[in-house]
């Protein structure tokens, strides 16, 4: 903003001092223009998402939705939401983009360029959702460091690509494989050039599943940029940073992945319960999986109005990670009563799931609507934060919105 | 009887007087001219002169401008240590990442060794004492307890 100021109060020859080049044509400059090279980066431009999505923070990038954004059934670019640990690459060529393969458990370096990956396996189309670990952070207490993430860090879009499990077959595994391990194009924030910034990955029995892709396509089409043009993982269910972006590498591993984030307290919870503000030692953290179970309310949007006697229909989304969704409740009383929602079946494995109800009302008031998915081994979302971890993932506690009766 | 002397003198003095009244004539306009030059609008003249101030900000002024306590440029709160938090705390990250959350000393401290570690952070030397002061003054932890009340909740009228 102040750069912004400064500029506009300065002339034609300042602007071309701080471009560090002249300005062709600036007498024909519209007053009050500035140059493309010295506008503020707009990330809803730059990104081409929605302006009511929330900037958590802009070095690295990570925006976030908003449940009343993510109505629709399959997540359409502009409303889902961006988590980088690095800084997005710069230069992409998907002409000489390869993919390589090596590790412990690999019988031999391979490496594929795009071309050959997209011709030479057979390609796959799947809703996947994707959530982040940290998403609902926000809420811990005492908090949780990181990105403080509410509600909207999660979507579901239609992924093309390939087979993990076809490539690695190709690749040749030994069958003392444990875990994959992922390496992307994406650079380290101090700007050390051989610190990767993430390099996370899954259990063999992960990679091996249908619905694991090597995804060059989003919602049918290259992907965008910051969703990890033009290579990406897709594992679904799981803690998105196990999906990484710009893929450019794949370790098979004899041993669970030791890449950044991937040791330590990241994406890890205790795995036996703690009291909240426990100090919990690295030994005793275990590594996330998949996702709990857990849905959003996408319609209405918080804060609606109705007059009495009016019934108010609202539907949402609901998934469970690697299981599936198997009843969907209601509550308008806090938790006291609740009541059935319809249940869609998903499109796939591992897609989120459609819910819709029409509530009644009794008598003028405050009321919040609170929704509950329940999973296919009886798990319920709770109705206050589930268990206390040292970095604030998993909250899966029902999502609410508001309503009053006038 | 004429003396021809002084004819010759008073023909000197005429022309003297008139070479003097061309002098002056020609100090007037070029006076006028010269100035005409220099306000070549008059304004001196003008019953309510312009005025005409040339408002340049300084250029480095306002790069770290604090407004209603916000350090501008980095949304920080102003207090003891805010530029040495600025000046180590947001080279690498956005500040965002500081302002979103809350810790106590111990958490912050922490933090910053874990940055040291894993994240190429700096040895802080003895500002290291002065950053977690700062931090743990103005982005303390509050009490929200198991589940908090819905806030900021914009209402509408819900159309069908």
């Known amino acids: ?406 | 009887m004429e003396n021809p002397a002084s004819k010759f003198e008073q023909s000197a003095r005429a022309i003297s007087r008139m070479m003097g009244i061309i002098f002056a004539m020609f100090m007037v306009v070029g006076g006028f001219l010269v100035y005409l030059m220099i306000d070549p609008t008059l304004s001196a003249f003008s019953p309510e002169p312009e005025a005409l101030v040339v408002v340049t900000p300084p250029e480095e002024d306002d790069f770290d401008k604090i407004e209603n306590g916000i350090h501008l440029r980095t949304g920080f709160v102003e207090g003891e240590g805010l530029m040495t938090v600025v000046n180590n705390c947001t080279n690498c990250h956005s500040a965002k990442l500081v302002t979103q959350n809350r810790m106590n000393a111990e958490g912050w401290r922490s933090t910053i060794k874990w940055m040291q570690e894993t994240q190429n952070l700096w040895d802080l030397g003895k500002n290291e004492d002065i950053i977690v002061a700062y931090l743990a003054t103005y982005y303390a932890p509050g009490e929200k307890g198991r589940r908090q009340n819905l806030e900021n909740i914009q209402w509408y009228a819900l159309e069908e």
């Open chain 1, 1 to 406: 903003m102040n750069r912004r100021k400064f500029v506009q109060n300065s002339g034609l020859s300042a602007m071309a001092a701080l471009l560090g080049t002249e300005i062709v044509f600036g007498g024909v400059l519209p007053k009050g223009y500035i140059p493309l090279g010295l506008q503020d980066p707009d990330p809803f431009k730059m990104f081409d998402k929605d302006q009511e999505m929330k900037v958590l923070n802009d070095k690295p990038w990570n925006i976030e939705s908003l449940a009343h954004l993510l109505d629709d059934p399959i997540t359409p670019n502009r409303y889902m939401f961006i988590r980088n640990n690095g800084i997005i690459p710069q230069e992409i060529d998907p002409g000489t983009w390869t993919l390589s393969f090596d590790g412990e458990s690999v019988q031999g370096n391979k490496s594929y360029s795009l071309s050959e990956l997209k011709s030479r396996f057979s390609v796959h189309t799947y809703q996947l959702t994707i959530e982040c670990g940290g998403n609902g952070r926000s809420e811990f207490n005492p908090p949780a460091k990181g990105n403080q993430w509410s509600v909207g860090a999660v979507h579901s879009a239609e992924w093309t690509g390939v087979r993990l499990r076809d490539v690695l077959e190709d690749v040749g595994v030994k069958s003392d494989a444990v875990y994959i391990g992922f390496h992307a194009a994406d650079t380290h924030l101090s700007g050390d050039p051989k610190k990767e910034p993430i390099s996370r990955g899954f259990p063999m029995a992960k990679a091996m599943q249908d619905e694991t892709l090597l995804a060059f396509q989003m919602n049918g089409a290259d992907i965008p940029l910051a969703h990890g043009h033009p290579l990406r993982l897709v594992a679904g269910g799981w803690p998105a940073s196990t999906s990484g972006k710009w893929l450019t590498g794949i370790s098979v591993r004899n041993q669970v992945h030791d890449g950044p984030k991937m040791t330590g307290d990241s994406y890890r919870v205790p795995c036996n319960p703690v009291a909240p503000g426990t100090k919990v030692a690295d030994e005793d953290l275990c590594i996330i999986e998949s996702m709990p179970v857990k849905s959003l309310i996408t319609y209405p949007k918080t804060g609606a109005t109705l007059p009495l006697g009016k019934s108010l229909s609202f539907r949402g989304h609901a998934w469970a990670g690697e299981l599936e969704v198997t009843k969907m409740q209601y509550s308008i009383d806090f938790g006291s009563t609740w009541k059935d929602c319809t249940l869609e079946a998903p499109a796939n494995r591992l897609a989120w799931q459609h819910f819709s109800g029409v509530a009644e009302f009794p008598k003028k008031g405050y009321y919040e609507v609170w929704a509950r998915a329940i999973d296919s081994k009886g798990n319920a979302q709770p109705m206050v934060l589930p268990g206390w971890n040292p970095k604030g993932y998993l909250n899966n506690a029902c999502h609410r919105i508001a309503v009053k009766i006038s």
